[in-house]
């Protein structure tokens, strides 16, 4: 499933019903009526099903893996989330394209503002190093953003003030925390150069070749 980091609205938590290991969320959303059994949505970035919905509301369940894995587990009733419906065939790609796969969640250090600008900073896993560069492609809790500055072990972005109003990133403040997806093209190109192929990785002439640099 593919979205495009372009959030389309800010969702409402009314319910988190807990079980051992896992849970079901309940969101209201101006979108529900148009959802479907099955249909998959973005939550804060994350890739779920839609499980239940009705004219005001939708659930959804979360693994055990994905709660893990990402900050959906500290959502409490009340919070805001960001939504997006899966990409439609044909459908503008405005941000890039994004999995709904979470690869890290990240730690932000530092919010300030620039002239209309506000500049977050955010710790990152050095696991998520190869695949950031400067000007590259971020999705913070679903939301398609640009690659700022990079330094050891943290990336900074610089959010307008329509992206702060239309989604969450207005709310983040200093020691929250942030779900962060990498940018697909960065992995692959990532995993193809590690590759072995004969005992060599694939070579930058292979990767121009086909499209990937």
Known sequence: MLFTGLVEE??????IRKGPVSAVLTIESGFCRELE????????GVCLTVTGC????????????TLDKTNLGFLT???QVNLERSLKVGGRVGGHFV?????????ITKVQQRGIATEMWIETPPDLEPYLIPQGSITLDGA????????????????IPHTLEETTLGLKKAGDLINIEAD???KYVS?????????????????????FI
């Open 10 to 15: 800010k969702g409402i938590i009314l319910g």
């Open 37 to 44: 059994l099955g249909e998959s949505v973005a939550i804060n």
């Open 54 to 65: 009705n004219n005001r509301t939708f659930s959804a369940d979360v693994m055990a893996e």
């Open 77 to 79: 009733e009340g919070d």
């Open 99 to 107: 999995t709904g796969h979470v690869d890290a969640v990240g730690k």
């Open 144 to 159: 398609s953003l640009t690659v700022a500055d990079l330094q050891s072990s943290s990336l900074k972005v610089s959010l």
């Open 184 to 186: 697909i093209l960065g």
């Open 191 to 211: 995993y193809l150069l590690e590759k072995k192929d004969g005992g060599e990785g694939v070579s930058m002439e292979f990767l121009a070749e086909h499209g």
